[in-house]
């Protein structure tokens, strides 16, 4: 009998990358391959490459956990995913990341923007509107996990201060600052104000590459004397830093291994976050053949640049395991020690709660004796060892604390290419839109910003 050339694996939901139409979708195995096939009546077939690791994509099933949902939806569901955002009662996890953009503009005009931010686009947010963003997350969090003051570049808010005084006047977990550093870079009194909203809040910082051409393809000019200023003066009070790296295909994949290896040794960076380019926004000069990378691309890069972690290090986030990868290390003055590969999978779920145990065989008590002396396992919901998000491990270790913390993330935000209806339902990044709503960034940046929602309204005449 007659073959064809892939094994069928699975079926989904997507959309078209032209007209946005919901499509349906196979999933199938193809030299050593996972791609998505997909057929719009009106523009035709279409081949995304979404994995290159197909026992790892199959094993992110393992890694799922009951879903957790907000204590309040903000929108009916009325067209289906993903035409109902705000967040409707469909969708299959609360807000582990809450973001507000506070203003439009920004001091950069970078070739890459999600948000096609720049010195003259659109406005800053009032106070009296950010507040209520602000409550609005609240109101459906109760105790919001991680909050993320963002942008365009928030930090050129004239009131700046006045929205972190009002946002850790909240029972906010931990509060962030997404920023381009260059004003970390320029003004060390600014650094040092910022210190003092220290514990629970974090500077994440955008650090794409260590390279001067790169830095100029992404954002628009030479940023590396910037970067490293930033991180001078972030080290100098030791605020705590998250390296942000967005990532494009033979761009600044090759440099994986040196930027883990720098921020290792940066004494106020907890961990580095890898995000692979989402085609939205602003993109000049991208090719979305050749120039898109993976999840689990991006995953076998770090295994192979920085040795120091193994496969069983970057393993699935149990809220989003299609999009989100985790691996964790603890990290001193002897440099980097591993502890995600002693996650047990079944051990992922305690009773529906956020609770992950690491099972301490003969090795790791061997390894980290002199850290721990909690037993047997170690129950991680203390506050001693913070998390970015609710879902990801804390550490019983009263002699530790965040400064100790090194961790990756791989977190891949799906757009029209690879938009799979199942990991947006469960998508956990959510931005507080203007009419405050809570959207996914996943989908606020394919129809829920103000030049989209034309095309929004036309497809869901279209649903009815």
């Known amino acids: 009998m007659p073959t064809r050339n892939y094994t069928y694996y699975d079926f989904t939901l997507s959309l078209c990358p032209i007209c946005l139409k919901r499509i349906d979708a196979k999933i199938v195995f193809e030299d050593d391959k996972v791609f998505m096939l997909k057929h719009c009546p009106e523009h035709g077939k279409s081949k995304v ?3 290159d690791d197909i026992e790892y994509y199959k094993s992110i099933r393992n890694y799922n956990k009951p879903s957790e949902f907000p204590y309040k939806f903000n929108t009916a569901t009325d067209y289906g995913c993903p035409y109902d955002c705000g967040l409707c009662p469909d969708h299959e996890q609360h807000s582990c990341l809450s973001i507000i953009e506070v203003t439009d503009r920004c001091n950069l005009t970078c070739p890459t923007c999600y948000a096609s931010s720049s010195p003259h686009y659109g406005r800053h947010r009032t106070l009296e509107e950010i507040k209520k963003m602000l409550d609005t997350i609240v109101e459906n969090e109760k105790e919001p996990d991680v909050v993320q003051i963002s942008g365009g570049e928030p930090t050129i808010h004239p009131q700046f201060f006045d929205i972190l005084d009002y946002a850790k006047q909240l029972p906010i977990r931990h509060l962030m600052v997404n920023t381009n550093g260059v004003r970390i870079a320029k003004d060390v009194g600014f650094v040092e104000r910022l210190a003092s909203y220290m514990p629970d809040f974090e500077i994440y910082l955008q650090f794409d590459s260590l390279n001067a051409k790169v830095l100029k393809k992404l954002r628009g000019e030479d940023l590396t004397a910037i970067r490293r200023k930033a991180i001078e003066n972030l080290n100098q009070f030791n605020l705590s830093t998250t390296m942000v790296v967005t990532l494009e295909k033979g761009l600044n994949d090759s440099e994986i291994g040196e930027i883990l290896s720098f921020a290792s040794r940066q004494r106020c ?6 995000q692979p380019t989402q085609i939205a926004g602003r993109l000049e000069d991208f090719n979305a053949q050749t120039d898109r990378i993976t999840l689990t691309e991006v995953r076998r890069k770090i295994l192979e640049q920085f040795p120091i972690f193994e496969a069983d290090d970057l393993i699935p986030v149990p809220c989003n395991p299609d999009a989100l990868v985790m691996g964790y290390a603890l990290k001193n003055e002897d440099g980097l ?8 999978p079944a051990d992922l779920l305690d009773n529906g709660k956020n609770t992950i145990v690491y099972e301490q065989d003969v090795e790791l008590q061997e390894k980290m004796l002199e850290l721990f002396s909690t037993g047997n396992s170690v129950d991680v919901a203390s506050e001693n060892l913070k998390s970015i998000m609710c879902c990801l491990p804390e550490i019983d270790a009263p002699e530790l604390g ?15 290419y690879n938009f799979d209806v199942r990991a947006v339902k469960k998508s956990c990044v959510h931005i507080v839109n203007k009419d405050y709503k809570i959207i996914p960034f996943e989908t606020m940046n394919l129809f829920y910003r103000d030049d989209k929602q034309e095309r929004l309204e036309q497809l869901r005449k279209e649903t009815v």
Request: proline letters at 3%.
């Open 269 to 274: 960076v907890r961990g580095v976050t890898l």
């Open 49 to 51: 490459l979404i994995a």
């Open 402 to 416: 965040y400064d100790n913390l090194f961790r990756i993330i791989i977190m891949q935000f799906i757009d029209a």
């Open 337 to 344: 020690t591993p502890l995600t590969r002693y996650i047990n």
